[in-house]
């Protein structure tokens, strides 16, 4: 020590720190990388839990729409079978009867939309 020599055992305490360090470092890095992966996963799958049930409810809402379409079209066809096809009430209410249909469709057409989209 008086000569200014480093012992060997210190030289190689200091070696071996050195490459812990750097390991360390290395790890960090990775553990960094691999954290942001994950939480850009997460958000991920958290946008596909909410389409996920997005979809859902408008499956829902299109099969209430479709019952009430079907419950419009007995009573429709039933006031057919009283007041005669050509009648001018009947008339009117087939032209709303279409437009509610293509609002029945439209509504199913953008449910399968979002599906196909996630």
């Known amino acids: ?33 691999l954290l942001s992966d ?3 996963s997460d958000g991920l799958l958290e946008n596909i839990k909410r389409d996920a049930n997005n979809c859902v409810e408008s499956l829902k809402m299109c099969r209430k729409l479709y019952y009430q379409f079907g419950i419009e079209t007995q009573s429709l066809n039933k006031e057919e079978v009283k007041k005669g096809a050509n009648h001018f009430e009947i008339r009117s209410k087939r032209k709303g009867h279409k437009v509610f249909t293509t609002m029945v469709i439209g509504n199913y057409k953008k449910c399968v939309e979002q599906l196909r989209k996630r």
């Open 1 to 33: 020590m008086l000569t200014g020599e480093i012992p060997p055992e210190e030289q190689e305490f200091l070696r071996d720190k050195q490459q812990l360090e750097k390991e360390i470092f290395r790890l960090d890095v990775i553990e960094n990388v």
């Open 38 to 40: 994950k939480q850009a």
